[in-house]
């Protein structure tokens, strides 16, 4: 049974960092792999993508701030989010398996259950 497994949310303070962390299994993650986002009333949107040679891909909104990373040993996916800011305020999805590696949802098959970040100014 394949499982991704978000955890590392929690509530900060605008300025402050959050480590995400997603755990596969039943399923390697050597493809490509993405975080999302969807905030209360809004659409589910894309954070950031790598792909299976380590390329990356940001939203124009978290460029500079948020960093993705994969260890392929631990078949974990990450999100570091750092000068984190109120609008960031969301619950976060990783997402796996897709013949696109792109920040549009409809292409991914696989997602976790999502971890809530808060942000307060």
């Known amino acids: 049974q394949v499982q991704l497994v978000e955890s590392g949310g929690g509530s900060v303070e605008a300025g402050g960092s959050l480590r995400l962390t997603c755990a596969a299994s039943g399923y390697t993650l050597n493809g490509c792999a993405a975080w999302f986002r969807q905030a209360p009333g809004k659409e589910r949107e894309g954070v950031a993508t790598i792909n299976n040679s380590g390329s990356t891909s940001y939203a124009d909104s978290v460029k500079g701030r948020f960093t993705i990373s994969k260890d392929s040993a631990k078949n974990t996916l990450y999100l570091q989010m750092n000068n984190l800011k109120p609008e960031d305020t969301a619950i976060y999805y990783c997402?796996?398996?897709?013949?696109?590696?792109?920040?549009?949802?409809?292409?991914?098959?696989?997602w976790g259950q999502g971890t809530q970040v808060t942000v307060s100014s």
């Open positions: 997402a796996a398996e897709t013949l696109v590696c792109t920040l549009q949802r409809w292409w991914f098959r696989k």
